[in-house]
T-cell receptor
Framework: EAGVAQSPRYKIIEKRQSVAFWCNPI?????LYWYQQILGQGPKLLIQ????????DSQLPKDRFSAERLKGVDSTLKIQPAKLEDSAVYLC???????????FGPGTRLTVL | KQEVTQIPAALSVPEGENLVLNCSFT??????LQWFRQDPGKGLTSLLL?????REQTSGRLNASLDKSSGRSTLYIAASQPGDSATYLC???????????FGSGTQLTVLP
């Protein structure tokens, strides 16, 4: 069974530029999550989807971050404009249903200069 | 607000030793608790999931216990190996928050 796929693996941008990350969850998983992990900390939830609807986006900085999950499968997370403090690893995870075991992708390491 | 604490932040042991990693959480109203492993520059690998009604789960050399009433979980690793070196993260799925809340992890080094 294929795992959670993410791309790109690494991205370096200048501050105020925009960037997008892509995630393909495990086939059949209804719930998809985006996390931000700053060095030395545990992941922090940004947004979670159930199929193509948003369950929780309370910790998403909506002035600069946006996410969508069209057709309830793939998802895209966008940052526009990026700030220095956005430098982190962005992790995508999926689970069969909400509250079920979560499986993570390899992450995208973002560096904002 | 759920808070998860992991102690110690770092641990170094000689190969072959049995060890225990600790996790505590402030809100005992949880659905489940999950232990993950994270290798440098990699994503998280799920190790064990314990439902709130369970007391422990075992997988190979790993055993995780849960005491929901006291807000604690432990991950026991038997006969540690250098390949066990990684950061171990504990996370709880809280009813009130409806999300997974992570600790900061314990960085384990097993010396050959």
């Amino acid at each position: 069974e294929a795992g959670v796929a993410q791309s790109p693996r690494y991205k370096i941008i200048e501050k105020r530029q925009s960037v997008a990350f892509w995630c393909n969850p495990i086939s059949g998983h209804a719930t998809l999550y985006w996390y931000q992990q700053i060095l030395g900390q545990g992941p922090k939830l940004l947004i979670q989807f159930q199929n193509n609807g948003v369950v929780d986006d309370s910790q998403l900085p909506k002035d600069r971050f946006s996410a969508e999950r069209l057709k309830g499968v793939d998802s895209t997370l966008k940052i526009q404009p990026a700030k220095l403090e956005d430098s982190a690893v962005y992790l995508c995870a999926s689970s069969l249903v909400l509250r079920d075991e979560q499986f993570f992708g390899p992450g995208t390491r973002l560096t904002v200069l | 607000k759920q808070e998860v604490t992991q102690i110690p932040a770092a641990l170094s042991v000689p190969e072959g030793e049995n060890l225990v990693l600790n996790c505590s959480f402030t809100d005992s109203a949880i659905y489940n608790l999950q232990w993950f492993r994270q290798d440098p520059g990699k994503g998280l690998t799920s190790l064990l999931l314990i439902q709130s009604s369970q007391r422990e789960q075992t997988s190979g050399r790993l055993n995780a216990s849960l005491d929901k009433s006291s807000g604690r979980s432990t991950l026991y690793i038997a006969a540690s190996q250098p390949g066990d070196s990684a950061t171990y993260l504990c996370a709880v799925f809280s009813g009130s928050a409806r999300q997974l809340t992570f600790g900061s992890g314990t960085q384990l080094t097993v010396l050959p």
